[in-house]
């Protein structure tokens, strides 16, 4: 089976700072794999690099497709989704209208629905027609995937879905991002939180200094304190 993301050789810089120095990494159709590594390692960047909305250098295929250097919003329309950190939503529009903003083909149905959604979130449907600037942060996160589910990806890169939520909305969230891959979502979730990424990655990848230090299963990354220790803790 042909991996859905092969990463080669990718470098990125920021002006002068050389980031991502010869990232590998590579996903399979379905599967979950997650990123770990302290702040400023460049997992952010990566994800980035994968969208276009930093310069790559090195080789992105998608589906066996080059897409390195492709603008942000055909990368996208190729069926790669992305929920950056900042959680993007539109404050002034409700809830629903969010959701349909997400819709890529209105001709098409995906395989996700509005009311699938909201079905799936309950906090959102109850707020379905309220902006969602009054939404709390864990809503607007989960807001955020699901507009992003609503272009329906084949995958999805989350970038540090549960930061500065409460231990029971961090709960929650991990609960959904197992709900998408069971739909067969591909997903690359970027995590600090070891116990939502362990519980639901098939793959770990550990990046320090903007290169990948270790890869492996949960299991064998439980086995490894000295990558905890040397690439994890701070």
Same mark, same amino acid.
């Given at each position: 089976?042909?991996?859905?993301l092969?990463?080669?050789?990718l470098?990125?810089f920021?002006?002068?700072?050389?980031?991502l120095?010869?990232? &590998?990494?590579?996903?399979?159709?379905?599967?979950?794999?997650?990123?770990?590594?302290? &702040?400023?390692?460049g997992?952010?960047?990566? !994800?980035?690099?994968?969208?276009?909305?930093?310069a790559?250098?090195?080789?992105?295929k998608?589906?066996?497709? $080059?897409? !390195?250097?492709?603008?942000?919003?055909?990368?996208?329309?190729?069926?790669?989704?992305?929920?950056?950190? &900042?959680?993007?939503?539109?404050?002034?529009?409700?809830v629903?209208? &969010?959701?349909?903003l997400?819709?890529? *083909?209105m001709?098409?149905?995906?395989?996700?629905?509005?009311?699938?959604?909201?079905?799936?979130f309950?906090?959102?449907k109850?707020?379905?027609?309220? %902006?969602?600037?009054?939404?709390? +942060?864990?809503?607007?996160?989960? #807001?955020?995937?699901?507009?992003?589910?609503?272009?329906? %990806?084949?995958?999805?890169?989350?970038?540090?879905?549960?930061?500065?939520?409460? %231990?029971?909305?961090?709960h929650?969230?991990?609960d959904?991002?197992?709900?998408?891959?069971?739909? +067969?979502?591909?997903?690359?979730l970027?995590?600090?939180? #070891?116990?939502?990424?362990?519980r639901?990655?098939?793959?770990?990848?550990?990046? +320090?200094?903007?290169?990948?230090?270790?890869?492996?299963?949960? *299991?064998?990354?439980? $086995?490894?304190? *000295?990558?905890?220790?040397?690439?994890? $803790?701070?």
């Amino acid at each position: 089976m042909e991996p859905m993301l092969e990463v080669r050789d990718l470098n990125a810089f920021y002006g002068k700072s050389h980031v991502l120095r010869g990232v &590998n990494m590579e996903i399979m159709p379905g599967e979950v794999i997650a990123l770990l590594g302290r &702040n400023g390692v460049g997992r952010s960047t990566t !994800a980035k690099a994968i969208m276009g909305e930093v310069a790559p250098r090195g080789s992105i295929k998608f589906k066996g497709q $080059e897409i !390195a250097g492709l603008e942000s919003y055909r990368i996208a329309h190729l069926g790669l989704g992305y929920v950056p950190e &900042n959680r993007d939503i539109f404050p002034t529009m409700t809830v629903r209208q &969010n959701l349909v903003l997400g819709i890529k *083909d209105m001709k098409t149905p995906g395989r996700w629905s509005i009311e699938q959604m909201l079905e799936m979130f309950p906090n959102l449907k109850a707020r379905a027609d309220n %902006p969602a600037g009054v939404l709390s +942060g864990g809503e607007k996160q989960m #807001l955020t995937m699901c507009r992003t589910l609503m272009g329906d %990806p084949d995958l999805i890169i989350i970038d540090e879905p549960t930061e500065g939520l409460a %231990p029971k909305i961090v709960h929650q969230v991990g609960d959904t991002i197992a709900e998408i891959a069971k739909a +067969g979502v591909a997903i690359l979730l970027v995590e600090q939180k #070891l116990s939502i990424a362990l519980r639901i990655a098939a793959r770990v990848y550990v990046m +320090g200094h903007g290169e990948m230090v270790w890869s492996g299963t949960p *299991d064998e990354f439980r $086995e490894r304190e *000295d990558v905890r220790r040397e690439w994890l $803790e701070v």
